[in-house]
């Protein structure tokens, strides 16, 4: 793994390696060398396996962050790559021309981040979600709860308790002592 | 009588005046010309005319008032008397029609012009070789220099050519007369007759003159040059070229053979035979017209040298058939180098553009009629009576190359016309009055010959039948409208039918019901078309007509002429439809080729006679009897499209028009159900290397029936499906036929009614919808029951009664069906029909599902009912069909018992409305009852409870929760059965397709890489003429010795 | 219990009719153009009917037991839930006994069991299928999740109410209720049908404009007509 | 009346009580099959009358709806194919009671009139416009093109053995010991026929038109209350008359309704059997099982006879 | 050797000649010269076949009409030569006003490039 990171190091701008195990580590790299880097991993160091494109919204710094996860099968690798995006107007770049898979994953981001991904086949459409309006619902600004309150009725008489304080008191009712 | 000599005389008189004449004088030189034509037309003809009627007798001219062989001498019969005038007329017509050219290069082309008729009428009528060879030169001259009347700047090469080959021609002539000269010490043809040359090396002298001539005639391969000619002349001049001069050759060619004797004769039967065959493929490959006709005329003074060859001994015969075949060539071939003058462009689609004018269209069908011997032309008779000469001499394999070379011959024809009828005309017509004059008196010459040739034939004449002259009739009358010319023909269709119908036995009965009055019935259809429908009453009353004259035919000729006719008719109707260019074609040279097969099998079958009535057929001797079975039946099963031979049927069914489609189908095809069922009555079962021909017949039958059916399960285009749904139903009747016993022919009755009724029923129905949605796929339809109620239901009738659901007519058929088999032994193909039973449901279902189930289209939301004059029919079967199948008895009893005579059985057993046989029962009228009183009580069960239902839309299925996203999508419709095209789909391999196209690249292939031959180079083609005969010499020396 | 910042406020924009719902121009073969409504054309617009009871209540009674004793279950499910009535075939539990069953088509059933969480997509699958079925039809709710909206209370994409949206003839409580829960459910659902007060379709059909309201609020993009015939 | 000799109103009424016991007897012998089955797996299994109560259900079901008049109509050419089987076919042999209306017809009419019902089923299952019922269509026309030709060979071959289509004949002929069955005098048509039976019985393998699960339930999708109740008891007298077929031509027939009800038991039995343990065919692989086996026996059938 | 057989040799010869020469030059012209000579060869060969040793030329004026069948040569022949003779000059005219109007439009009188006509 090391060895690998070396070697892209040569030419790239790799941030600190963050290993999470030995044969799994996160990386962040530069927006405009992701393509080169996935390339390169997929082609000469085997990661031949997209297992998953995910975003992280970063709503304080203002950035999304992209983590893209590759496996090298045969060696047991998993390397995750980061790309930092600007949070307003993020656009990453499609990566469905090395990984088909890759697809569905921006599309996916499309519509809960908001991420564009030009290029991309079919990004546009819906995917999961039908007939969405809403800011996207992944974003941290979206509130969810609020969202849900004003379009969905509650019944009447549901409550909600501290799950710390009401399973105390439901399982050890005479804990602490004389709190009865 | 005016002396013939005078033709010689007004011939060269007019051209020394010519040359008197100013040259501004065109116009009076032009006149001149055309009287001196005119007045040795005349004398040509008042000596055809008198000679004929008997009014005079063939004189012989002595020029300088002594006697052969110290002079020279002509003589007149009937023969000379007939091609002079040929020649003349020709010439005179050419000159009309030469008019702008002959005025442009003025009075010594007229000159010149006037030798070559001279010449032409000497070279007939000339008795001295010598005198012969003068001709011809002349004639070479002459011709060399009319080359140049056109304006095709090629003309001159090919006009040089011309003069080389002519050169070496010149020279062989000359040589041998010398020579013959020499051996005879006369030049006189009638001097050397009485004194013949055994066919030995030292007649090389007489060789080299018969040769010569021949060479003359353009013979296969060594023409080259001739074909420049005819590509490159004035189209006036190519007629004389190919019409007078190839006549006038001819008979010089004929004189001679003639005086050399019985031992030259094979030279000429092969060198034409190889003549006709070579030409013909050749001809496959061409697409410029006039070359075409270059061709074609070689092939048809090849088959006329054969016969010479080959007739040598027939007298008056050979002149009959001879003479037919080149009158016919001559005036048809004249007649289109004529029409070719007309067309502007030189492919052969560009003769679209005759088109603008209906009346060259039928010169034009006239000329391919004439050139390809159907009748009732003279080349029609001839044929018949070459074929029934062969057939008595026992050259069979001639007979085979003869006609397979005619076939070829007929497809490189029809595709011809084909492209006339069905392409677009890039340029219009050159509209020039006198030169159409030509054309139509043309066409009016062959009419007339063939009523001449009729009368004289011995046989039938043709042109006087009446279901033909009223074919005809709706020629003049095709500017009337269409609702008239349909009354008129429905009128006169039915007529007819109670003019013949008295004297006729039951099953001949039924099928004149069908021909006749279904066809009255069809023509209901008709009404629907709007307009004139120019060129549709002539074709379909002719095929009517032919169906007519089929079923009271009495002798052979008599039914293969009606055969022919039918064809033809059908032929022109099939050309009609969208699409239909290649499918006609098909249909027209597998029927053709059927159409041979039958002739050939007639003129075996007649052992010497001319004709023979057909009960004969049951007297053939035995040796050759199933060699007659075999021919005939293969005529008969392209008709009815036997598996192998039906790769023209569905095509040909589906792009027709659409009332054609139900003509074509549901009459066309129990011709050749017919045919069979005379074939079977009168020749019984034959026996073939110990194969009794009738077991083939029934597994033809059964493996036509199941692979049609499976086919058609496969069919995305409604009619291509029902056209094959035809080839299926056709096997069953040929299966039921075959079975040769009592209920196997009451079966293959059954079939024919039905399949009539049915197939005549959804073609119409389909066709209906067809107009409305202006498409045949039926996965672009869907949905409309309710949009086209009565076409559904003529549907439903029909598949309820074609499938043998009952209590409709197709059950019937199936239960005798299986009594039928439960008395034969013949176990393994009723396999297959087994088989075919339900594979029938498959495209019959598909048939209504995807069209009037299922989902609707967009586009088709507002389509409108079928026009009612094409539901009135449908109507009209419907009702028929059920109360035929109530009570079949009403039709079926006397057909039952007309059957009973013939086999002296009676299997069946008519109690009232029961029919009862040895193995079971049919109560058609109790199953009606019990059906309908259980259906109606179901139905009112299920309207009491459910009399409020809902009515729903289209898209109001469950979907799987999901809402259907557009019709297209949700109706289920293309590729209907594809598991079953998965489990079966190996019987979908187009074996006989690939097997006829195979045969058709082979000739195509063949003719493309043959033609290469002809390099265009004059020496290459000199070098190919001398090849030739030492070819030939070498090969008849061998053959002799 | 707003614990929530109020300063988020829900868009509400119309999404538009989906493209092939749009009317829109057609050329016939015979060139004529013609227009298309494909929610008019394509679907039935009649508004469902009230049904009312057998006239005679020994009629009534005797249809009832029938209904109550050959429910037939539609073969949909929603969420979790669906995995706990598997085991209902099995022999352990075997619901055949009591003459239930599952068809594979709502046109066949009589019961249509929301087996836990509705996500909004979803419902709208669920309304068109209970829709479909014809009258008289139960709906019976699993979980907590059909009831108040159970562990996805604060889902932006899961409602939380299912009657406010389809007539619930009964409610199987649990997170999830396990197949005996399930089986008890059913016998109380053919009590509640025998004694005549299983008309949900009824209530469906006399208060359709209030549920229609209620199903149109949370799904946006309607795209079908009003009832699903 | 010379169409229905020796007709009397009287027939009607026995042909009415036929069809009464008949349909009755589908009934409870579905259920009690079901019933075997469940017990089988080790179940309680439905109730015996449960088909009379989701018949009931389904006619007091209120809401219909209708996609036009072949749908509509449907069913009832489904029924009257059924109902019309039976009334075609004499029911027991010997007794003047049950012999329906089999003077109409032969064997063949019986053969034939099968396809009554299949055709206007398909049609109006067409009308619905669902594409599930389209390929269900598609798939059994498909497979019955292959099921039903052992039978014909098989029937073919008996014919040929009694020299007579008439099925009371048949019946005749095998009077008087078991041996006299066609089943021991014609084996081989008899294992052609049955292939052709346990193919014809919409029963697993052979079950592939109507798929339950996966085209939902392919022609029958949008059927529903009083249409489905007319199909039900179609559905439960369809293949008892179908197998009544069976019982005349190849074993021996029924003299009492106690005969019919077991014969036509057993038989049942052996397509429920084969169909409890064997799992579903795909389309072309019925076609082919059928021109693998059920064929060649057809053929030996009639060439041995 | 006689004189019929050398005359008969020498026009065969010549025919051969013209033919050899008239299908393997190229040039019109010299093509249309080639068949010259194969015509005059069969001139030749025509005169040698007609010849009768010992006898005149059949011209009345010099011998008695009476003894003309005995001593004159078969006159056709003669009159034979003479017509094709004619012909020939009339062939050979028409062959070389061709020759002009071919050169005339093409430039050329190469007989291969005359061969737009084929096929």
């Known amino acids: 793994m090391r060895e690998i990171l070396y070697r892209l190091k040569d030419r790239y701008h790799l941030g600190t390696p963050t290993f999470q195990r030995t044969d799994l580590c996160f990386v962040t790299v530069r927006r405009d060398e992701i393509r080169a880097i996935l390339t390169e991993l997929r082609d000469m160091e085997g990661f031949t396996h997209l297992t998953f494109l995910t975003a992280v919204d970063w709503i304080e710094e203002q950035l999304f962050q992209l983590t893209y996860m590759v496996n090298n099968r045969e060696a047991n690798l998993s390397l995750g790559l980061r790309v930092l995006l600007d949070r307003e107007d993020a656009t990453g770049d499609t990566i469905h021309d090395l990984w088909p898979t890759a697809a569905t994953y921006q599309r996916e981001l499309r519509e809960m981040f908001g991420i564009k991904f030009p290029g991309s086949p079919r990004v546009d459409e819906e995917f999961i979600l039908e007939g969405w309006t809403d800011l996207p619902p992944y974003r941290r600004d979206f509130d969810t709860l609020a969202y849900s309150q004003q379009t969905y009725n509650d019944r009447p008489g549901r409550v909600t308790h501290d799950p710390k304080t009401h399973m105390q008191k439901t399982l050890y009712p005479s804990y602490p002592k004389g709190a009865k | 009588m005016v002396s013939p000599l005078l033709i010689l005389a007004a011939g060269l008189g007019a051209a020394f005046l010519l040359g008197l004449l100013r040259d501004s004088s065109e116009r009076m030189a032009f006149y001149l010309t055309v009287i001196a034509l005119g007045f040795m037309s005349f004398v040509g003809l008042s000596w055809t005319v008198s000679l004929a009627l008997g009014e005079a007798q063939p004189v012989e001219i002595y020029t300088a008032g002594a006697r052969p062989p110290f002079a020279i001498n002509l003589r007149m019969g009937l023969p000379e008397a007939a091609l002079t005038s040929v020649v003349t007329l020709t010439g005179l017509l050419s000159a009309v029609f030469m008019r702008r050219d002959l005025m442009r290069l003025g009075r010594r082309a007229m000159a010149v012009l006037m030798v070559l008729i001279m010449a032409l009428s000497g070279l007939i009528m000339t008795r001295d070789l010598f005198n012969l060879f003068v001709f011809i030169e002349l004639i070479v001259i002459a011709s060399a220099g009319l080359v140049l009347l056109s304006q095709d700047t090629r003309a001159l090469g090919a006009g040089f050519k011309y003069l080389i080959v002519s050169q070496v021609i010149s020279i062989l002539l000359l040589v041998g007369v010398i020579f013959t000269y020499h051996a005879n010490g006369s030049l006189n043809i009638d001097d050397i007759a009485a004194t013949p040359m055994g066919f030995t090396g030292a007649s090389l002298a007489i060789f080299l003159v018969l040769i010569a001539l021949v060479l003359e005639l353009k013979p296969f391969p060594a023409n080259g040059w001739a074909l420049d000619i005819y590509e490159a002349a004035h189209p006036g001049f190519s007629a004389l070229f190919s019409a007078a001069s190839g006549s006038a050759a001819l008979f010089a060619v004929l004189k001679l053979f003639e005086a050399a004797g019985p031992d030259w004769a094979p030279l000429a039967t092969g060198i034409g035979l190889v003549t006709f065959v070579g030409a013909n493929i050749l001809a496959l490959a061409q697409d410029h017209d006039r070359r075409l006709l270059g061709y074609s005329s070689v092939g048809q003074i090849g088959l006329v040298l054969m016969v010479v060859g080959y007739g040598y001994d027939w007298d008056a015969g050979l002149y009959y058939v001879a003479g037919g075949l080149l009158i016919s060539h001559a005036i048809a071939k004249a007649g289109l180098f004529w029409l070719s003058g007309l067309v502007k462009a030189r492919k052969l689609s560009d003769w679209a553009a005759l088109r603008q004018n209906p009346a060259l269209v039928v010169a034009f069908a006239t000329f391919i009629a004439m050139l390809t011997g159907l009748p009732p032309f003279p080349a029609f008779y001839a044929k018949w009576t070459l074929v029934h000469a062969m057939a008595d001499y026992g050259d069979y394999p001639l007979i085979a190359i003869f006609l397979i070379a005619a076939l070829i011959e007929a497809a490189v024809l029809f595709r011809w016309f084909g492209m006339a009828i069905k392409r677009e005309a890039i340029r219009p017509l050159a509209y020039n009055l006198s030169h159409e004059t030509v054309v139509l008196i043309a066409m009016t010459a062959g009419w007339a010959l063939s009523f001449v040739w009729g009368a004289i034939s011995g046989l039938d004449n043709l042109v006087t039948l009446v279901p033909l002259l009223f074919a005809l009739l709706f020629l003049p009358l095709d500017i009337l409208p269409a609702r008239i010319k349909n009354v008129i023909a429905i009128a006169g269709l039915v007529l007819w039918f109670f003019l013949s119908k008295d004297g006729l036995d039951p099953l001949r009965l039924i099928f004149l019901t069908i021909m006749v009055l279904g066809g009255a019935l069809l023509l209901l259809a008709s009404f629907h078309a709007k307009g004139r429908r120019m060129g549709f009453y002539t074709p379909a009353m002719l095929m009517f007509a032919g169906m007519a004259l089929l079923v009271t035919a009495e002798t052979s000729f008599q039914f293969f002429a009606a055969w022919e006719f039918l064809t033809v008719g059908s032929y022109f109707l099939i050309l009609r439809g969208h699409d239909s260019e290649p499918h006609a074609l098909s249909y027209i040279t597998f029927s053709l080729g059927g159409a041979f097969a039958l002739l050939a099998g007639f003129a075996v079958a007649s052992e010497g006679q001319f004709v023979i009535p057909l009960a004969n057929l049951s007297e053939v001797a035995p040796e050759i009897a199933p060699y007659v079975f075999v021919l005939l039946a293969i005529g008969f099963l392209t008709k009815t499209a036997i598996m192998g031979l039906h790769i023209w049927l569905p095509g040909a069914h589906a792009e027709a028009e659409t009332d054609v489609s139900p003509m074509v189908s549901g009459i066309l095809l129990k011709a050749g159900l017919f045919g069979l069922f005379v074939l079977l009555m009168e020749m019984g079962r034959q026996e073939l290397y110990g194969v009794d021909l009738t077991v083939l017949l029934v597994w033809l039958g059964a493996i036509s029936a199941f692979i049609g059916a499976v086919l058609a399960a496969f069919q995305e285009d409604a009619k291509r499906l029902l056209a094959y749904s035809s080839i299926s139903q056709m096997g069953y009747a040929v299966f039921g036929l075959a079975l040769m016993n009592h209920l196997g022919w009451l079966l293959a009755m059954m079939f024919a009614i039905n399949h009539f009724v049915y197939k005549s029923m959804l073609f119409l129905a389909v066709g209906g919808v067809k107009e409305r949605t202006h498409t045949k796929l039926m996965y672009k339809m869907g949905g409309l029951i309710t949009l086209m109620p009565y076409s559904f239901v003529s549907v439903l009738v029909g598949i309820i009664a074609m499938s043998g659901v009952p209590p409709l007519s197709g059950f019937g058929g199936r239960w005798i069906f299986y009594n039928a088999i439960m008395s034969t032994d013949l176990r393994l193909p009723m396999i297959l029909i087994f088989m075919a039973g339900p594979v029938g449901f498959l495209y019959l279902f598909r048939l209504i599902h995807t069209i009037f189930l299922g989902q609707p289209k967009d586009e088709l939301r507002k389509v409108k009912e079928a026009p009612f004059w094409i539901i009135l029919p449908q109507m009209i079967f419907v009702a028929f069909l059920i109360a035929f199948a109530a009570l079949p008895g009403m039709v079926l009893q006397r057909v039952d018992g007309y059957i009973g005579t013939l086999f002296g059985d009676r299997p069946l057993v008519w109690t009232g409305r029961i029919i009862d046989s040895q193995y079971g029962t049919w109560n058609p009228v109790a199953i009606w009852g019990v059906i309908i009183v259980v259906f109606v009580t179901v139905l009112l069960l299920l309207v009491w409870m459910n009399h409020n239902a809902q009515h729903v839309k289209q898209f109001n299925i469950v979907f799987s929760a999901e809402r259907p996203f557009k019709p297209q999508t949700t109706h289920f419709a293309w590729n209907f059965f594809a598991p079953y095209r998965k489990a079966m789909g190996f019987l979908e391999m187009p074996v006989s397709t690939s097997f006829w196209t195979g045969v058709s690249n082979a000739l195509h292939g063949t003719a493309e890489f043959s033609r290469k031959f002809y390099t265009g180079n004059g020496q290459t083609y000199a070098v190919q003429l001398m090849l030739f005969v030492v070819a030939v010499y070498l090969i008849s020396m061998g053959a002799s010795s | ?229 | 009346m010379t169409a229905f000799p020796n007709f009397e109103w009287v027939q009607i009424a026995y042909a009415l009580l036929t069809l009464f016991i008949v349909i009755n007897y589908g009934m409870v012998m579905t259920a009690v099959v079901r019933k075997i089955g469940a017990r089988v797996g080790g179940r309680y299994g439905i109730p015996v009358w449960q088909n009379y109560v989701d018949l009931l259900k389904n006619i007091a079901l209120r809401s219909k709806i209708s996609h036009g008049v072949m749908y509509y109509l449907g069913p009832v050419f489904r029924l009257t194919g059924g109902v019309g089987l039976l009334m075609f076919v004499p029911t027991i042999y010997g007794s003047e009671w049950h012999q329906n209306f089999s003077y109409a017809g032969d064997l063949i009419l019986a053969l034939y009139f099968v396809f009554f019902g299949t055709l206007g089923m398909a049609l109006g299952a067409g009308e619905s416009g669902h594409p599930h019922s389209a390929i269900g269509v598609s798939r059994g026309l498909a497979q019955v093109t292959m099921a039903e030709l052992p039978l014909a060979l098989g029937v073919y071959a008996l014919s040929l053995q009694y020299g007579t289509l008439d099925i009371t004949k048949i019946v005749a002929a095998q009077q008087g010991s078991i041996f006299n069955w066609t089943l021991f005098t014609n084996p081989l048509a008899t294992v052609a026929a049955m292939v052709a039976f346990v193919g014809t019985m919409m029963r697993s393998p052979f079950d592939v038109a109507m798929a339950p699960q996966e085209i939902p339930i392919g022609p029958p999708t949008e059927y529903h209350s009083s249409y489905l109740a007319l199909m039900q008891t179609n559905r439960v007298l369809f293949p008892v008359a179908k197998t009544v077929i069976y019982m005349n031509l190849f074993f021996g027939g029924a003299t009492s309704w106690a005969e019919f009800a077991i014969k036509v038991f057993c038989l049942y039995m052996i397509s429920v059997v084969i169909g409890v343990v064997h799992p579903r065919f795909r389309v072309e692989q019925s076609i082919r099982f059928f021109l693998k086996w059920g064929l060649p026996l057809g053929v030996l059938a009639i060439l041995t006879v | 050797m006689s004189l019929v057989q050398l005359s008969l040799a020498t026009g065969f010869l010549l025919i051969l000649l013209g033919l050899y020469g008239a299908l393997t030059n190229r040039d019109i012209i010299r093509m249309i010269v080639s068949f010259t000579i194969a015509d005059t060869g069969v001139n030749v060969v025509l005169v040698a076949v007609g010849y009768l040793p010992g006898r005149e030329a059949p011209i009345l004026d010099t011998i008695p009409v009476a003894e003309a069948a005995s001593r004159i040569t078969d006159p056709v022949p003669q009159a034979l030569v003479l017509t094709a003779i004619v012909i020939g000059l009339g062939v050979t005219a028409l062959m070389l006003a061709y020759a002009y109007r071919l050169f005339r439009a093409r430039g050329s009188l190469d007989i291969s490039e005359f061969t737009e006509l084929k096929w």
Not at chain 3, 40 to 62: G, L, M, T, W
Not at chain 3, 164 to 191: I, N, S
Request: glycine letters at 6%; proline letters at 7%.
């Open chain 3, 1 to 229: 219990m707003k614990d929530v910042d109020d300063k988020f406020r829900k868009t509400d924009t119309e999404v538009p009719l989906r493209e092939e719902l749009r009317p829109r121009k057609v050329t016939t073969p015979d060139g004529q153009e013609i227009d298309i409504d494909p929610l008019r054309d394509y679907f039935c617009e009649a508004k469902p009917k009230v049904h009312p009871k057998a006239y005679s209540k020994i009629v009534e009674d005797f249809y009832n037991w029938a209904r109550a004793n050959s429910l037939w279950i539609l073969g949909f499910g929603t969420g979790c839930g669906a995995i706990e009535m598997r085991p209902l075939m099995t022999p352990r539990f075997d619901a055949y006994r009591y003459g239930i069953q599952w068809r594979p088509t709502p046109r066949q059933a009589n019961l249509l069991v929301i087996s836990g969480y509705l996500s909004v997509k979803t419902l709208k699958r669920a309304i068109r299928a209970y829709e479909q079925m014809p009258q008289p039809k139960y709906v019976m709710g699993l979980g907590s999740c059909t009831i108040n909206g159970g562990m996805y209370w604060d889902s932006y994409n899961t409602i939380k109410r299912l009657d406010d949206y389809l007539p619930v003839d009964m409610y199987v409580a649990g997170c999830m209720p396990r197949p005996e829960a399930l089986l008890h459910g059913f016998m109380e659902l053919k009590r509640v049908i025998r004694e005549g007060k299983g008309e949900g379709a009824n209530k469906y059909a006399e208060n359709f404009d209030q549920y229609k309201a209620n199903q149109k609020a949370v799904i946006k993009d309607w795209d079908m007509p009003d009832y699903n015939w």
